[in-house]
């Protein structure tokens, strides 16, 4: 089956602009995750989405950074007025259990 | 203490060598736990759950060690394509979020 996409593959963006990444993920799965990895470094948790409930923001790293998941599918992560420190890969996975599947990601390059 | 720690490595092993690695969790409410494998450059997937009473999956074995808050993952036989990064897992019982271990880089060498 289809699994974890997220689109673009790769975005370029000045610094100071804003960013939209998107995640669509396996259908039927409730929980939806976002990381995000620097080069050479491990998994950075941003923010968890669980269904109806409030998402765990507690990660993300400061209010530049939001995120919606809309009709419990979908999701957006909107990065505001990039920094050249938010160039990284940005992750998703999704889940139904604890075990995670995770989108190829977006390389993010803020130049 | 982190919650869950991993040595980084890398770990340099010829071809066909057993190698194991550990990892430990700090919260003895842990009840899932898992090893990833992550290749240069992609995204994690999942390459085995770990079960309390261990589990083996052709060349690879993982054990949990509760009462020290570990587990493990032996790779015998090592092959060239076992060169990546591991990812340990752990995940508290009712809830789906889980936090990762900064990972072990593996170099099986010709």
């Known amino acids: 089956g289809a699994g974890v996409s997220q689109s673009p593959s790769n975005k370029v963006t000045e610094k100071g602009k804003d960013v939209e990444l998107r995640c669509d993920p396996i259908?039927?799965?409730?929980?939806l995750y976002w990381y995000r990895q620097s080069l050479g470094q491990g998994l950075e948790f941003l923010i968890y989405?669980?269904?109806?409930?409030?998402?765990?923001k507690s990660g993300l790293p400061s209010d530049r950074f939001s995120a919606e998941r809309t009709g419990g599918s979908v999701s957006t992560l909107t990065i505001q007025r990039t920094q050249q420190e938010d160039s990284a890969v940005y992750l998703c996975a999704s889940s139904r259990t604890p075990e995670q599947y995770f989108g190829p990601g977006t390389r993010l390059t803020v130049t | 203490r982190k919650e869950v720690e991993q040595d980084p490595g890398p770990f340099n092993v010829p071809e066909g060598a057993t190698v194991a690695f550990n990892c430990t969790y700090s919260?003895?409410?842990?009840?899932?736990f898992f090893w990833y494998r992550q290749d240069c450059r992609k995204e994690p997937k999942l390459l085995m759950s770990?079960?309390?009473s261990g589990n083996e999956d052709g060349r690879f074995t993982a054990q949990l060690n509760r009462a020290s808050q570990y587990i493990s993952l032996l790779i015998r036989d090592s092959k060239l394509s076992d060169s990546a990064t591991y990812l340990c897992?752990?995940?508290?019982?009712?809830?789906?979020?889980?936090?990762f271990g900064t990972g072990t880089k593996l170099q099986v060498i010709p």
């Open positions: 770990v079960y309390s």
């Open positions: 989405f669980q269904g109806n409930s409030a998402p765990d």
């Open positions: 897992v752990v995940n508290m019982m009712g809830y789906q979020k889980v936090t």
């Open positions: 919260n003895s409410a842990s009840q899932s």
């Open positions: 259908s039927g799965h409730t929980a």
